[in-house]
Every structure is written in C-alpha cells, then in structure tokens.
C-alpha cells in the first residue's frame, strides 16, 4: 500500500463511529499501530502484529450472517484474513477473503466504509510467534447462500442476526451482529 492509500485508511478510522469502550479502544490502537508502521502496517511480516481484513457478510435481507468454523482457531468467525500486496486497499482484501473462503459469488460491499474495527490475538503456532490482529471489517452482502468452503474452514452456518446479538458468542461477534440490525433498520 502505498502512502496516499495509508492517508486515506487513516483518515476512515479517525472518522469511523464506534458504538462501545471496546471498539472505541481497538480503533485507536489499530490508528497508532499503523502510524508506527506507515510502510509495512498490513504486511505478515510486521511480527508483531499486522491489519487483517473481514467481511461481516450478511444476506440481501440483512437478516442472516455467515459465520465459518475456522479450522486453526476452532472458532465460529466472519470471513476474512491476511491482505495482500495486490489488494489495492483493506476493503478489497475483505471481499477477496471473503470469495476465496465461501465461494460466494457478486458479493458487493453494502457500505464503502468501515462497518467495525476488532483487535486480538493470534495465539502462537508452530510456524508463528503469537501477534495481533487488528482487524477492520466491512459489511458485505451477499445475493446466493449457497457456500463452497475452502480449506480453512470446517464448516459455515447461516444464523440470524437476532440470535447472534443475543448469544454467548464473542463480544465482537455479537457487537457486527447488532450493527446489522440498526443498519437494516437506517
């Protein structure tokens, strides 16, 4: 990415809304982190941490989401993932993380904008050391269910959104959950 991509992406997550402490919390650390890291912040090889993107990929009613059982984390999750040199910005590595992981077809991004920003951690692996994830994610629809996983995954599920933001799933989780249902209702 070059310097006007990282200006403007900055520029986005200094004006994107957040709706708790949390991500409030997690999108100005994920603001510092690219600062201290202009020219490297979304690459794999900044160790200890790097920007990931994910789809938050909702039905063309708004009234599922697709969550994927990610086969390393054993974690019921919203496609996405690393980007890559060739994305020519962080929405971009969203939609093509998300294609690559469903199979899903013509998804389009229901907003060009930030739909919610999440850090955590990846725990360390045999071929990693453990570092963040400051991930952005973007609402993303999609006009088929119909899901082709790739080999991250173990399994997909569609669920409602209302199920979702009422569950005990991860707050993050729940947190794109209850965006969706105030978007829909906008």
């Known amino acids: ?5 990282t200006d403007i992406f900055l520029t986005q997550l200094r004006a994107h809304k957040t709706i708790n402490e949390s991500e409030e919390t997690y999108r ?30 909702v039905n063309a009613q708004l009234t599922h989401a697709l969550l ?4 390393k ?3 019921w999750l919203q ?3 690393h980007i ?5 910005t962080p929405s971009d590595g969203a939609l093509r993380e998300a294609m690559e992981e469903t199979g899903l077809p013509g ?21 990693e050391v453990a570092h963040l994830h400051y991930d952005v994610r ?25 199920e979702i933001a009422n569950s005990n799933m991860d707050e993050s989780i729940t947190r794109l959950a209850k965006k969706s249902i105030s978007f829909g209702t906008e």
């Open 1 to 5: 990415m070059n310097a006007t991509i």
């Open 28 to 57: 100005l650390d994920t603001i510092l982190f690219i600062e201290q890291h202009r020219s490297g912040w979304w690459q794999r090889s900044t160790l200890n941490g790097h920007v990931t993107a994910a789809a938050w990929l």
């Open 68 to 71: 994927l059982h990610h086969a």
């Open 73 to 75: 984390l054993d974690r």
């Open 79 to 81: 496609p996405g993932g």
């Open 84 to 88: 890559d040199d060739t994305d020519n």
């Open 107 to 127: 998804l389009l991004l229901a907003d060009p904008v930030l739909f919610d920003v999440d850090v955590h951690t990846i725990p360390q692996r045999l071929d």
């Open 138 to 162: 973007y609402l993303v629809v999609a006009k088929n269910s119909s899901v082709t996983l790739s080999h991250e995954s173990l399994g997909s599920r569609w669920i409602a959104l209302d």
